[in-house]
C-alpha cells in the first residue's frame, strides 16, 4: 500500500485525505508510516499518555466547589464554637462584683479643678467612684477592666489616702509624658480625652497635691 501513495505522489496526485501519513519511529530507529492517526497515537511514548491522564482527571469542573464547601463548613464550625466559649465563660464570677468599696479619704488637693481633672481621668481606676460600663459585665472584657481597676487602686487609691500610696510621687511624671491615662482607656472615654492644657494643670496639681505624705491628707 505504501508503493502505491508513493506512485500516487510521483504522478503529481495526492494521498485521499482518508489516510494522513505520519512518519513515526519504530523500536529499532527505524523509520515507520502510519496511515492511520489512531495507529500513530498507539506509539506515543507511554509517559505523555500517563501525563494527559493525569492531568484529565484533574480538569474537573467540581473541584472549585467541592473546596469552598468545605470552607464555609469549617467556618461555620468555628463560629458555634467561638459562640459556645463566649457564654461557657459568662458563668465565670470574676469581674463581677462592681460593688465600690467605701471612701475613707482623699489627698488635701490644692484646687477643687485638680480634683476634677483627676475624676475625669483617673478615679475609674485609681478611686472607689468607679464608673462600671455595661461591658464591664461581659468576659473576658469584664476581666481585662476588673484587674485594671484592682491593679490601679493597689498602687494609687484617691478614696484611701490613708495608707500609703506605691505611685503617688510618680502621678505628675506619668502625666506630662502621656501615660496617664493610658491610650486605650482615652480610647474607650471621651471624658478621658483632657486637652493639653488640661493635661498640664493636672500634673502641676498632681505635683503640688501628692508631694505630701498620704498620711497627711484630709478626711473626705
Known amino acids: ?45 507511554p509517559s505523555l499518555q500517563s501525563a ?25 464550625w468555628l463560629g458555634i464554637s467561638t459562640m459556645v466559649a463566649l ?3 459568662q458563668l465565670v464570677p470574676y469581674g463581677r462584683n462592681h460593688v465600690n ?5 482623699e489627698p488635701a488637693w490644692d484646687s477643687p479643678a485638680t480634683r476634677e481633672l483627676a475624676k475625669q481621668a483617673c478615679f475609674d ?28 487602686r493597689a498602687v494609687l487609691n484617691f478614696s484611701e489616702w490613708q495608707r500609703p500610696q506605691e505611685e503617688a510621687s510618680e502621678s505628675a511624671k506619668v502625666v506630662e509624658e502621656g501615660e496617664m491615662p493610658p491610650a486605650m482607656y ?12 488640661d493635661l498640664n494643670r493636672l500634673a502641676s496639681g498632681f505635683a503640688k497635691t501628692l508631694s505630701a505624705s498620704p498620711q497627711e491628707g484630709n478626711e473626705h
Open 125 to 152: 481606676c485609681h478611686s472607689n467612684e468607679t464608673q462600671w460600663p455595661a461591658y464591664a459585665s461581659v468576659a473576658p472584657v469584664s476581666w481585662l477592666i476588673q484587674h485594671d481597676v484592682d491593679e490601679g
Open 52 to 76: 494527559e491522564g493525569t492531568s484529565k482527571r484533574f480538569l474537573t469542573t467540581d473541584g472549585p466547589e467541592v473546596s469552598m464547601n468545605v470552607a464555609w463548613r469549617r467556618l461555620g
Open 87 to 89: 457564654l461557657v465563660i
Open 101 to 105: 468599696p467605701p471612701i475613707v479619704s
Open 186 to 197: 482615652r480610647l474607650m472615654h471621651a471624658h478621658a480625652r483632657l486637652s493639653s492644657p
Open 1 to 45: 500500500m505504501y508503493a502505491a501513495v508513493e506512485g500516487i505522489r510521483q504522478a503529481g496526485g495526492s494521498p485521499s485525505p482518508l489516510f494522513p501519513i505520519t512518519k513515526t519511529k519504530g523500536e529499532d530507529g527505524a523509520s515507520e508510516h502510519c496511515f492511520e492517526t489512531a495507529q500513530c497515537e498507539s506509539k506515543r511514548e
